[in-house]
């Protein structure tokens, strides 16, 4: 079998996406058919480390949480909830939140927060005629969705298993594609969104290897968010698994993305109001008889949805390696905690990211030490054991 096509079909990442439930693969044949590989190892070590920041991904065992209400004679929309995938969900749920707006005679809207939730939900009304004004406790960077990694992820930490439903899964269904169409429309410098190579790495034949980030969605969920997949064997790739698998992906750069999209918001007039909210009954008094709720984690107090809770996530950052260009997932313990991600680096130009941290329940912002060193320390002993490119052999 041609190793360049036996996965074709692979849906985005076996590992970056969590996908379970795959069928047995044939073995590959180890023999190297291509030269190897080659790519500019991440020069990892502790005296490059220059950060690391500490966000909590809001998440909900039943999912986002995307669906009209009433405030007293207010529309009320909410839409938070998005675990560990609210950068790459937020165009899509954004949009049919505001298409429940859309059947409102009014055409001015409240938006309750200014994370990449609010923004874009912001954005999509404004692209429906809305006059539009984000309320705010935090704006970035000071918002979760600065901390993000942020990869196109749109399963990662969003939902558990058994408590999806088919309407759920619809409305996801429909959030997703209508994210990655619109995320593939802003790809270039201007809105720091591009496309890069994500190497899923392991010594497990692929498809025995265990899974990542989350790894609780079915696999009928991915359908239709799917780049090919390439499997590189032994002699292939420069890294030292046995096996790497290749597949484009999204990348978002956090500072950037989140930084255009409230000049955007500002350019087509809306306005930003910097103010928290303690009760449903402060947001009753306000002006706009549409409040769109994208208050993340906020809204467990606000709207008192004690099913929301935080996966604490931390991301330690090296200085930045400009002839860095790729996204690499693992390798992982073959007993790695059910749930638990693995490690993961992400090469973006404010730095080289690495994470692989979800601490469920955990509320404090205090980077915890013992996950910092288990993340850094793997990515230092895997780059150390990478082939140098030919060029810089020599
Ligand atoms: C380490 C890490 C890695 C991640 N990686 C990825 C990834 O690769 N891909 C991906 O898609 N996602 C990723 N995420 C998840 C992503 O960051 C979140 O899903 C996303 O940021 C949620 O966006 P949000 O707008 O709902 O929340 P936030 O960004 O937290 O924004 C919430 C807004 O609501 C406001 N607010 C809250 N309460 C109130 C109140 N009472 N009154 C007024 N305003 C209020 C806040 O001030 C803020 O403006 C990651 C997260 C972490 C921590």
């Keep these: 079998m041609n190793r360049r096509t036996f996965l074709a079909t692979g849906a985005m990442g076996a590992v970056g996406m969590g996908l379970s439930g795959c069928a047995p693969r044939p073995q590959p044949n180890l023999t190297p058919v291509r030269p190897a ?31 009209p209400d009433k405030l007293g004679d207010k529309l009320l929309v909410h839409n938070y909830g998005h675990g560990g995938a609210g950068m790459s969900l937020a165009w899509g749920t954004g949009l049919m939140a505001a298409e ?21 939900c912001a954005r999509q009304l404004q692209r ?25 992820t749109p399963l ?71 780049t090919g997949q390439e499997v590189l064997g032994p002699g292939e790739h420069p890294f030292p698994t046995k096996y790497a698998i290749r597949s484009p992906q999204i ?44 208050s993340g984690l906020g809204a467990r107090e606000l709207f008192d949805d004690k099913e929301l809770l935080p996966l604490k996530g931390q991301l330690t950052v090296m200085v930045p390696q400009p002839d860095v260009n790729y996204h690499t997932n693992g390798p992982n ?16 130009s404010d730095g080289i990211i690495l994470g692989g941290t979800s601490q469920r329940d955990v509320w404090t912002l205090e980077p915890d030490e013992d996950e910092r060193k288990r993340v850094v320390d793997a990515h230092i002993a895997m780059f150390s054991g990478m082939k140098l490119p030919k060029v810089r052999r020599t």
Excluded at 102 to 117: K, L, M, N, P, Y
Excluded at 187 to 204: K, Q, R, T
């Design 37 to 67: 590989l080659d790519l500019v190892p991440v020069r990892a070590s502790w005296d490059r480390v220059i950060r690391t920041t500490v966000g909590l991904r809001p998440h909900r065992d039943a999912g986002f949480m995307l669906r």
């Design 100 to 120: 429940f707006a859309t059947e409102h005679d009014s055409r001015q809207a409240a938006v309750i927060g200014c994370g990449s939730v609010g923004l874009t």
């Design 128 to 152: 429906r005629g809305f006059d539009v004004t984000i309320y705010a406790a935090a704006v970035p960077p000071n918002v979760t969705s600065n901390m993000s990694l942020a990869g196109f």
């Design 156 to 226: 990662s930490g969003l939902v558990v298993n058994e408590r999806r439903t088919p309407e759920w899964d619809a409305q996801f269904r429909r959030a997703a594609q209508i994210a990655y169409r619109q995320l593939q429309l802003l790809a270039g410098p201007h809105f720091g969104v591009s496309w890069l190579d994500n190497y899923s790495l392991s010594d497990e034949p692929p498809g025995q290897g265990g899974g990542e980030g989350g790894g609780n969605s079915g696999p009928s969920l991915s359908a239709g968010l799917n």
């Design 251 to 294: 990348r978002i750069e956090p500072s950037i993305y989140l930084e255009n999209l409230v000049r955007d918001f500002r350019l087509f007039g809306g306005k930003i109001v910097m103010r928290k909210f303690d009760t449903p009954r402060d947001l009753a008094a306000l002006p706009e008889p549409i409040v769109m709720n994208c």
């Design 333 to 348: 313990p073959p007993n790695q905690r059910p749930g638990s991600l693995g490690i993961h680096m992400m090469a973006r």
